[in-house]
T-cell receptor, first 111, second 112 residues
Framework: SQKIEQNSEALNIQEGKTATLTCNYT??????LQWYRQDPGRGPVFLLLIRENEKEKRKERLKVTFDTTLKQSLFHITASQPADSATYLC??????????FGTGTRLLVSP | DTGVSQDPRHKITKRGQNVTFRCDPISEHNRLYWYRQTLGQGPEFLTYFQNEAQLEKSRLLSDRFSAERPKGSFSTLEIQRTEQGDSAMYLCASSGEQLEAFFGQGTRLTVV
């Protein structure tokens, strides 16, 4: 079956460092991948979308890559700040435009 | 229109009771989704509407769950004969021609 997988272990980094989160997909070829941020008790908020023909996309301190050979997307936050602490979700569409999510990776940035 | 609105934000109900949640999407959005989320997990797809048509429904959605979107505007999600395992955050999202989904704040259901 079509799957999106993220590392369920929390990622702890120090302020100022670059955080890198991984999203892997299996058994399908998404036309694009999306990344969302979710804070506790709130709904996810869209951050970035990258299409299969784009190698890289940037938005301020965020960068997303899409490697169709490895079936993987990487999400980077440069110069991380404690305010970046949240859960980051990878998502893509399958079937009749159904949007499916990975389990998310919790990021904790320490001052 | 300030975004996707869900009501109520919190619901505590006794096992066996029926509950209904409402979602008001962004007005120009034709796609509407319902998800369920438990602690430490990503949003789990429940069902999807395009306008008033329910195009996809998860196999996880038992017969106790039903969703409607009359006239392609707001949507309701009903859970009949609630069970403790139904306790979760229920999220609604909508999208239009753009590809990203906009989520509401969710309804937290606790079944006691």
């Amino acid at each position: 079956s079509q799957k999106i997988e993220q590392n369920s272990e929390a990622l702890n980094i120090q302020e100022g460092k670059t955080a890198t989160l991984t999203c892997n997909y299996t058994n399908y070829s998404p036309a694009y991948l999306q990344w969302y941020r979710q804070d506790p008790g709130r709904g996810p908020v869209f951050l970035l979308l990258i299409r299969e023909n784009e190698k890289e996309k940037r938005k301020e301190r965020l960068k997303v890559t899409f490697d169709t050979t490895l079936k993987q997307s990487l999400f980077h936050i440069t110069a991380s700040q404690p305010a970046d602490s949240a859960t980051y979700l990878c998502a893509s569409r399958t079937g009749f435009q159904k949007l499916v999510f990975g389990t998310g990776t919790r990021l904790l940035v320490s001052p | 229109d300030t975004g996707v609105s869900q009501d109520p934000r919190h619901k505590i109900t006794k096992r066996g009771q029926n509950v209904t949640f409402r979602c008001d999407p962004i007005s120009e959005h034709n796609r509407l989704y319902w998800y369920r989320q438990t602690l430490g997990q990503g949003p789990e797809f429940l069902t999807y509407f395009q306008n008033e048509a329910q195009l996809e429904k998860s196999r996880l959605l038992s017969d106790r769950f039903s969703a409607e979107r009359p006239k392609g505007s707001f949507s309701t999600l009903e859970i009949q004969r609630t069970e403790q395992g139904d306790s979760a955050m229920y999220l609604c999202a909508s999208s239009g021609e753009q590809l990203e989904a906009f989520f509401g704040q969710g309804t937290r259901l606790t079944v006691v």
